[in-house]
């Protein structure tokens, strides 16, 4: 199964569970790169704590929700993005300025575009969440 179907499956586990108003959601199969992006979620408060469960198959991640998300999902195709060029993606993905990341794989790893942006650092856009 490629990355972007996890990555996809697990945005819509999570979107539909915070619309339900659940506590926590159960995703799976869970990968390295999920992890990463739940990392960056949470580092921003977006979600709260997870884990990776190994169930002897793929393995799954049991995340705790904050009820904080309003919208997430990936981006596809992933574009490529300049160091100073996130302005124009985040006024086509995100509803406000100052409301929502963009997550952006980047040599130095996962992270938010501010991160990136702080860091001068350009990179490939993986997803959004606001």
């Not at 990355?3 to 586990?13: C, D, E, P, Q, R």
């Not at 992890?35 to 393995?59: C, N, P, T």
């Not at 705790?64 to 086509?92: H, M």
Request: some cysteine.
């Amino acid at each position: 199964m490629p990355a972007l179907n996890v990555l996809s499956n697990m945005f819509t586990t999570i979107y539909n569970n915070e619309t339900r108003r659940k506590k926590e959601c159960i995703v799976l199969p869970s990968s390295k790169f999920s992890s990463e992006v739940l990392r960056v979620m949470q580092k921003h408060r977006y979600i709260g704590e997870f884990e990776q469960v190994d169930d002897g198959r793929a393995g799954k991640f049991r995340i705790q929700l904050l009820a904080k998300i309003n919208k997430c999902g990936i981006i596809t195709p992933r574009f490529s993005v300049k160091k100073d060029a996130y302005f124009d993606w985040e006024r086509q993905f995100l509803p406000a300025y100052s409301m929502g990341i963009l997550l952006v794989s980047t040599s130095k790893g996962i992270m938010s575009h501010h991160e990136a942006q702080e860091q001068g650092l350009g990179g490939v856009l993986v997803g959004y969440v606001y």
